[in-house]
Nanobody, 121 residues
């Protein structure tokens, strides 16, 4: 079965950096647009960033543009999210997601279990 396993979350001070990773298995990774979403307490899940299955085009939410970078390694079936200049409002559970030949910010077919990111002020 498809598994998306996130890692790299944790506690960081404002202005710091974290890198999240997602290891995918059970799917043809190169055929999936890979994305990151997040959900803060009391809020709905929101799109953060994604990288397309074909061509590697990336897209970002306005709130993270210029601070976060998404990348993928099709040889290792992994997708990463480099997060710099973190702010307290970035605190959330971050989810890795996969959409078959999807567009950026589309509705994923699969989700990971999430990893907590906490940014202290």
């Amino acid at each position: 079965q498809v598994q998306l396993v996130e890692s790299g979350g944790g506690l960081v001070q404002a202005g710091g950096s974290l890198t999240l990773s997602c290891a995918a298995s059970g799917l043809t990774f190169s055929s999936y647009t890979m994305g990151w979403f997040r959900q803060a307490p009391g809020k709905e899940r929101e799109f953060v960033a994604a990288i397309r299955w074909s061509g590697g085009t990336t897209g970002y939410a306005d709130s993270v543009k210029g601070r976060f970078t998404v990348s993928r390694d099709n040889a290792k079936n992994t997708v990463s999210l480099q997060m710099n200049s973190l702010k307290p409002e970035d605190t959330a559970v971050y989810y890795c997601a996969a959409e078959f030949r999807g567009v950026l910010g589309g509705t994923p077919n699969y989700w990971g279990q999430g990893t907590q990111v906490t940014v202290s002020s």
